[in-house]
């Protein structure tokens, strides 16, 4: 192909490119300021400061959170899953979690099922979405302290029922902690309207932050119920031996990823300026394209379920004919395609799938800097290397 512009299609697993404003920030952090954060009273430190509150302030804005200090930052997508699981979960409690989630939540809910508590796998429905009576069968039957949902799948991009999951799990007395890993960013949300308990989002895929940035959105009345994972150093209460009760505090112990929230806080307001109403139509505008593309190459099997199956811009598909692996090595070498191949840390999604026997799919997921002209080149693609088979 003569067109050697590189096409990015994994923004699921960490979006590219970044909004310009985004290196700037980070770049102004390094090399004019460097302050720790909170940690320090002189000019720049302030300033840093400032930026980090401003960087909360977006997110809470955003999210529609009501105050900015339910916004606690951390690591990483996994970072904030983890801190929720494992901060809320005792010995003897019960988790539900379905067959669509990640190994950031399966693993967490492994452990603490060896360690004394008790996970439950919700299965799916045939048609891309957790089995939700199955999910109010296992509520009734047990006394659940935790529900944990992805909002999206991470390999087929459906979105799940996750209204109705937050009003069955209420009802029955569980929390909620959704996993908007494939949907911050990407569509609309309002924490207060969908009335979930916590939130857990990396800031490096639909924010578009940079790596080591991610967020924990929760209740204010859980602040108590929450045990931090981690204790240290908060810059505020230093003479006391405990960790400060506080928000954010209680949950941010040691120095901030400075850079990365400054990056975030651009990224945040470059989101605001577009509106995440427009990126989603736009991603939608071209999911249904590639899709319909897709479907038509024959042995090509597209886990999109139904035409109005409700979605984010992540589509997969598998062949027979041949190995995710070497089609992903295929679209790249010789078409300068960025996918993802494999099981995209989500085995259970993959055996819902049956595509686990196949090494898994081929994962195309979209992000706002996307075009039409990508998703041309990669049928394109497509339809070369089907036609070398
Ligand atoms: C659905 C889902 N949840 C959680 C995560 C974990 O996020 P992070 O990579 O920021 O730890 C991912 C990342 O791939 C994901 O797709």
């Known amino acids: 192909m003569s067109d050697s512009r590189r096409v990015y299609l994994d923004n699921a697993a960490t979006s590219f490119p970044k909004p310009d404003a985004v290196h700037k920030a980070v770049l102004h952090y390094l090399r004019d300021l460097g302050n720790a954060v909170g940690r320090g009273a002189t000019k720049t430190g302030i300033e840093v400061q400032r930026t980090v509150d401003q960087c909360r302030l977006r997110a809470a804005r955003l999210f529609d959170v009501p105050r900015p200090e339910q916004v606690i930052f951390t690591f990483n997508g996994t970072d904030s899953l983890n801190l929720a699981i494992h901060g809320l979960l005792k010995p003897g409690d019960v988790a539900l979690t379905t067959v669509w989630d990640h190994n950031s939540v399966l693993r967490p809910l492994s452990h603490f099922a060896a360690t004394g508590g008790h996970t439950v796998i919700i299965g799916d429905d045939g048609r891309g979405q957790l089995d939700i009576q199955q999910l109010e069968r296992e509520l009734q ?158 042995g090509l099997t597209v886990h999109s379920f139904a035409d109005d199956s409700p979605r984010v811009g992540v589509v997969s598909v598998s062949s027979e004919r041949v190995d995710p692996q070497v089609l992903a090595s295929l679209l790249d070498e010789h078409f300068q395609i960025e996918t993802r191949a494999g099981l995209h840390c989500s085995p259970m999604a993959h055996e819902a799938l049956a595509t686990k026997v196949l090494g898994g799919t081929v994962r195309i997921s979209m992000g706002p800097f996307n075009t039409v002209d990508d998703i041309d080149r990669t049928l394109e693609a497509f339809g070369q290397i089907w036609a070398a088979l």
């Not at 935790?146 to 209204?163: D, M, W, Y």
């Not at 009345?221 to 929450?226: C, I, K, Q």
């Open 141 to 298: 039957v047990r006394s659940v302290r935790l529900v944990c949902v992805t909002h999206a799948s991470n390999v087929t991009g459906i979105i799940q029922p996750i209204e109705e999951v937050i009003r069955l799990a209420h009802e029955h007395g569980a929390l909620v902690l959704l996993d908007a890993a494939q949907t911050a960013g990407h569509l609309p949300m309002s924490f207060s309207k969908l009335n979930v308990d916590l939130l857990a989002c990396p800031g490096h895929k639909g924010l578009l932050g940079p790596l080591g940035t991610g967020l924990l959105i929760l209740r204010k009345d859980l602040a108590e119920e929450l045990v931090p994972i981690r204790q240290g150093g908060t810059g505020t209460t230093s003479e006391q031996a405990t960790q400060p009760t506080t928000l954010p505090d209680r949950f941010e112990a040691g120095n901030h990823n400075a850079p990365g929230l400054f990056g975030l806080e651009a990224a945040l307001k470059w989101i605001d300026e577009k509106g995440v109403a427009k990126i989603q139509l736009q991603e939608e505008q071209l999911a249904i394209p590639l899709i319909a593309g897709l479907r038509s190459f024959q």
